[in-house]
């Protein structure tokens, strides 16, 4: 070991951040003079304040502070609470959220009331639009800036500003009928990443709402166990199988000042995404069995609705948010029709098509488009799986512009693309060029026009930095260096600073496994280490990239741990067939490439093959379990599972039946996929963690595990969290659950003294 102060749970957690004053929520002015972004207190790095960076200048100023808007920090709606678990900011004190509306008003919900900032040549002057009762929330400033829409109760509402006058647009709430406007239900903020309900047309007459029936919905009674107090609140909850909320589309029209219920989807249906375009409204529909993305349009009154184009897929589609509209009418949208997701343009009209990009990788998102160049920014995995980067690519001719010039149009599918493993084709696609430099991960913001973008930049050597960029990647200003000198939090622990190693397996199909594998620091080869296996395992996440990583794993390091990682088939970011391998059976291919990866740990001089332990939260709590229960006897000598997802009857609609179809369709398969039907093999020594007001894993997936291996008398060991939700929130409590973990993997794998 070096000389370097040894990483405690204590500094781990406390503040400032080890990873520094890290911005979150980057976002340009709608003219492009200023980029805010919610920055950390130094002396609470949980709290957050609205700060901006000025373009011209290059100067930073705070713009909201926290306490002045909420100085006494008001009890959130249980609506509030469940939003923030959903976007998984729950920790979050002070400022959570903002939005602009015109360049020069943003809006600010805080303490349960909405507060509008004016920037003003002498300073920003902020104003309390609401006070209420009622807790106010998604708030909104309309795009030309003369309203501030929100939901107030479970009905959608809007100030004028001029006047101060409110308005209720949406018709009330009936909460004893369990109907709600302008909301966005359980499954849609959980799975489908929609957290709004309601969508402003440009020209603000037209608002966009949704109706909410969740009456046919199953209440799940869920003891919301506090350290004093036991409060039973009735969840709407559609697990699996069951009956999904029924949600209607509704256009209020502020001219005319009528509402007119447009649309109705579900309990069949889902509504997954609204979008105004070119004056008409689109909305995005999949079926129950989530075969079909319907993308559906109408122009006005009556209000016709017809569906120019589909996607389609014969197990699942993934959902995004790329949907962009173009000056010549047309439509950017991704797909994942050739089994990577690529960029298409899109006829508005009859939704004819014509692919932008092409290869054996994956599209991220559609970042931005400039009008002037015709060129497409985007991010992407281009060049390796395991870094996401900043890429442009021309647009090309339309279909209008190629009938024009009376040109042929060139076939989809005949080009090459000269990406590392792309297959070959028969002609060049359109040059895609990497705009960021290599060596690490980006995320990007890219401003009106895509003449330069905001790139939050890290590696395993650099925490995230955050800068202003011109469209080409020249840098233009620091807004956040983050540079690890002498005074960064990080310094007294540079000396130690573990990075991991990447490298790649392959499956038991041929398919290639990317892993890291990090090192305590001052690592003897000649010695022999104890190894955790840090496991996630579920779809649409991915956890071996090159970027920065959790500092728990230089907590684990520290402690004398390899920590391994391994990023199994039905992960992200590989394209359809490396997830499909998942489908109507979950806990097979992933708990085998899993065990292909401890294999080869066992084979390598100086890893203790004796003293190997898996842990994982939620969806890696469930991997924990049922890789642990399928492993030879002997492989692990300790799991611990947090969060664990145990049956999937037990989990909702959307996600569950993406993969696994509906309990009443694939019984076999919900059987061999619950852990309930292994648990002969889980004999070695375990931990169960759980929040006990989970609303998401809801904590009887865990109460009923506990119940089947006490009547079997399997000995286990149980951490639960008054009060806790899906994560475990605030310092006191994440020092005690790191403790936990420590303490039981030094028990079991016995780590000798040095």
Same mark, same amino acid.
């Given at each position: 070991?070096?000389?370097?102060?040894?990483?405690?749970?204590?500094?781990?957690?406390?503040?400032?951040?080890?990873?520094?004053?890290?911005? $979150? &929520?980057?976002?340009?002015?709608?003219?492009?003079?200023?980029?805010?972004?919610?920055?950390?207190?130094?002396?609470?790095?949980?709290?957050?304040?609205?700060?901006?960076?000025?373009?011209?200048?290059?100067?930073?100023?705070?713009?909201?502070?926290?306490?002045? %808007?909420?100085?006494?920090?008001?009890?959130?709606?249980?609506?509030?609470?469940?939003?923030?678990?959903?976007?998984?900011?729950?920790?979050?004190?002070?400022?959570?959220? =903002?939005?602009?509306?015109?360049?020069?008003?943003?809006?600010?919900?805080?303490?349960?009331?909405?507060?509008?900032?004016?920037?003003?040549?002498?300073?920003?002057?902020?104003?309390?639009?609401?006070?209420?009762?009622?807790?106010?929330?998604?708030?909104?400033?309309?795009?030309?800036?003369?309203?501030?829409?929100?939901?107030?109760?479970?009905?959608?509402?809007?100030?004028?500003?001029?006047?101060? #006058?409110?308005?209720?647009?949406?018709?009330?709430?009936?909460?004893?009928?369990?109907?709600?406007?302008?909301?966005?239900?359980?499954?849609?903020?959980?799975?489908?990443?929609?957290?709004?309900?309601?969508?402003? /047309?440009?020209?603000?007459?037209?608002?966009?709402?949704?109706?909410?029936? @969740?009456?046919?919905?199953?209440?799940?009674?869920?003891?919301?166990?506090?350290?004093?107090?036991?409060?039973?609140?009735?969840?709407?909850?559609?697990?699996?199988?069951?009956?999904?909320?029924?949600?209607?589309?509704?256009?209020?029209?502020?001219?005319?000042?009528?509402?007119?219920?447009?649309?109705?989807?579900?309990?069949?249906? =889902?509504?997954?995404?609204?979008?105004?375009?070119?004056?008409? !409204?689109?909305?995005?529909?999949?079926?129950?069995?989530?075969?079909?993305?319907?993308?559906?349009?109408?122009?006005?009154?009556?209000?016709?609705?017809? /569906?120019?184009?589909?996607?389609?897929?014969?197990?699942?589609?993934?959902?995004?948010?790329?949907?962009? &509209?173009?000056?010549?009418?047309?439509?950017?949208?991704?797909? @994942?029709?050739?089994?990577?997701?690529?960029?298409?343009?899109?006829?508005?009209?009859?939704?004819?098509?014509?692919?932008?990009?092409?290869?054996?990788?994956?599209?991220?998102?559609?970042?931005?488009?400039?009008?002037?160049?015709?060129?497409?920014?985007? #991010?992407?995995?281009?060049?390796?799986?395991?870094? $996401?980067?900043? =890429?442009?690519?021309? !647009?090309?001719?339309?279909?209008?512009? %190629?009938? &024009?010039?009376?040109?042929?149009?060139?076939?989809?599918?005949?080009?090459?693309?000269?990406?590392?493993?792309?297959?070959?084709?028969?002609?060049?696609?359109?040059?895609?060029?990497?705009?960021?430099?290599?060596?690490?991960?980006?995320?990007?913001?890219?401003?009106?026009?895509?003449?330069?973008?905001?790139?939050?930049?890290?590696?395993?050597?650099?925490?995230?930095? +955050?800068?202003?960029?011109?469209?080409?990647? +020249?840098?233009?200003?620091?807004?956040?260096?983050?540079?690890?000198?002498?005074?960064?939090?990080?310094?007294?622990?540079?000396?130690?600073?573990?990075?991991?190693?990447?490298?790649?397996?392959?499956?038991?199909?041929?398919? #290639?496994?990317?892993?890291?594998?990090?090192?305590?620091?001052?690592?003897?080869?000649?010695?022999?280490?104890?190894?955790?296996?840090?496991?996630?395992?579920?779809?649409?996440?991915?956890?071996?990239?090159?970027?920065?990583?959790?500092?728990?794993?230089?907590?684990?390091?520290?402690?004398?741990?390899?920590?391994?990682?391994?990023?199994? *088939?039905?992960?992200?970011?590989?394209?359809?067939?490396?997830?499909?391998?998942?489908?109507?059976?979950?806990?097979?291919?992933?708990?085998?490439?899993?065990?292909?990866?401890?294999?080869?740990?066992?084979?390598?001089?100086?890893?203790?093959?004796? *003293?190997?332990?898996?842990?994982?939260?939620?969806?890696?709590?469930?991997?924990?379990?049922?890789?642990?229960?399928?492993?030879?006897?002997?492989?692990?000598?300790?799991?611990?599972?947090?969060?664990?997802?145990?049956?999937?009857?037990?989990?909702?609609?959307?996600?569950? @039946? *993406?993969?696994?179809?509906?309990?009443?369709?694939?019984?076999?398969? =919900?059987?061999?996929?619950?852990?309930?039907?292994?648990?002969?093999?889980?004999?070695?020594?375990?931990?169960?963690?759980?929040?006990?007001?989970?609303?998401?894993?809801?904590?009887?997936?865990?109460?009923?595990?506990?119940?089947?291996?006490?009547?079997?008398?399997?000995?286990?060991?149980?951490?639960?969290?008054?009060?806790?939700?899906?994560?475990?929130?605030?310092?006191?409590?994440?020092?005690?659950?790191?403790?936990? *973990?420590?303490?039981?993997?030094?028990?079991?794998?016995?780590?000798?003294?040095?």
């Amino acid at each position: 070991m070096t000389d370097a102060p040894r990483l405690t749970p204590e500094r781990l957690f406390a503040s400032p951040s080890l990873a520094g004053s890290a911005p $979150r &929520a980057v976002k340009f002015s709608p003219d492009g003079r200023r980029v805010t972004f919610l920055k950390p207190r130094a002396e609470e790095s949980a709290r957050y304040d609205l700060w901006q960076f000025d373009v011209a200048s290059g100067a930073q100023s705070m713009l909201v502070d926290s306490t002045a %808007v909420d100085p006494a920090e008001a009890e959130l709606s249980e609506e509030e609470k469940a939003l923030r678990e959903r976007k998984r900011i729950a920790g979050v004190r002070g400022i959570a959220d =903002y939005a602009w509306g015109t360049a020069d008003t943003i809006i600010v919900p805080a303490g349960g009331d909405i507060h509008l900032v004016t920037l003003k040549n002498d300073g920003p002057e902020t104003r309390r639009l609401t006070r209420t009762d009622g807790f106010e929330y998604d708030a909104k400033v309309s795009p030309r800036g003369n309203h501030v829409s929100f939901i107030r109760d479970g009905a959608l509402y809007s100030i004028d500003l001029a006047s101060g #006058t409110e308005t209720r647009i949406s018709p009330e709430a009936q909460p004893d009928k369990a109907i709600g406007y302008g909301v966005a239900e359980f499954v849609a903020q959980e799975e489908m990443n929609r957290y709004t309900g309601y969508w402003w /047309s440009a020209d603000e007459r037209y608002i966009a709402f949704t109706e909410v029936d @969740e009456s046919g919905v199953d209440i799940i009674p869920r003891f919301d166990i506090a350290a004093e107090e036991v409060t039973v609140i009735n969840q709407r909850y559609p697990r699996a199988g069951r009956p999904n909320a029924k949600v209607g589309l509704w256009v209020a029209d502020l001219k005319e000042d009528t509402t007119r219920k447009i649309s109705s989807v579900g309990p069949d249906t =889902y509504l997954a995404r609204v979008n105004w375009a070119h004056g008409s !409204l689109w909305f995005q529909t999949v079926n129950r069995a989530q075969t079909e993305i319907r993308f559906n349009r109408t122009d006005g009154l009556p209000w016709r609705i017809w /569906s120019p184009f589909t996607e389609e897929q014969a197990r699942w589609v993934n959902l995004t948010n790329d949907f962009l &509209a173009l000056p010549d009418g047309g439509i950017l949208v991704t797909h @994942e029709l050739d089994g990577y997701r690529h960029i298409y343009w899109r006829n508005a009209s009859n939704g004819e098509m014509r692919q932008v990009t092409f290869g054996n990788w994956v599209v991220n998102d559609i970042s931005g488009f400039d009008p002037e160049t015709q060129t497409i920014y985007f #991010t992407g995995f281009r060049d390796t799986p395991l870094e $996401r980067h900043l =890429y442009a690519v021309p !647009l090309g001719w339309s279909d209008r512009e %190629v009938a &024009a010039r009376g040109a042929a149009r060139v076939p989809d599918t005949a080009c090459i693309d000269t990406a590392p493993g792309s297959a070959r084709m028969m002609q060049e696609c359109p040059e895609v060029r990497r705009i960021t430099p290599e060596g690490g991960s980006w995320s990007i913001a890219m401003g009106a026009g895509a003449k330069s973008y905001v790139g939050t930049f890290s590696s395993p050597t650099q925490p995230p930095q +955050t800068a202003l960029y011109k469209a080409d990647g +020249t840098r233009v200003a620091w807004i956040n260096e983050n540079a690890l000198n002498a005074s960064h939090p990080y310094a007294p622990f540079l000396s130690s600073h573990t990075v991991p190693e990447f490298g790649t397996l392959k499956a038991e199909d041929g398919q #290639t496994l990317y892993y890291s594998i990090q090192k305590p620091p001052g690592f003897d080869p000649a010695k022999k280490y104890p190894v955790i296996v840090e496991v996630y395992g579920g779809p649409h996440v991915q956890r071996v990239s090159n970027d920065w990583r959790p500092l728990g794993d230089q907590f684990y390091t520290h402690a004398g741990y390899i920590v391994f990682r391994l990023d199994n *088939r039905g992960s992200w970011n590989r394209g359809k067939r490396f997830e499909d391998v998942i489908h109507l059976l979950t806990g097979g291919p992933e708990v085998r490439d899993q065990l292909a990866g401890v294999a080869w740990l066992k084979e390598q001089p100086f890893v203790d093959a004796g *003293r190997i332990a898996i842990q994982g939260w939620s969806y890696g709590g469930y991997m924990t379990l049922m890789t642990a229960a399928q492993a030879p006897e002997g492989t692990f000598a300790a799991a611990i599972a947090g969060a664990s997802v145990t049956d999937w009857s037990l989990y909702d609609t959307f996600y569950t @039946e *993406r993969y696994m179809s509906t309990p009443q369709l694939n019984p076999d398969g =919900y059987h061999a996929s619950s852990v309930f039907a292994h648990l002969d093999g889980l004999t070695g020594p375990l931990l169960l963690i759980h929040g006990m007001a989970d609303d998401n894993v809801t904590f009887d997936n865990t109460t009923r595990l506990m119940a089947e291996l006490q009547a079997r008398s399997q000995p286990f060991e149980l951490m639960t969290y008054p009060g806790q939700r899906h994560g475990i929130q605030g310092e006191a409590l994440q020092v005690h659950l790191m403790r936990t *973990r420590l303490d039981f993997l030094e028990r079991h794998l016995k780590i000798p003294a040095e």
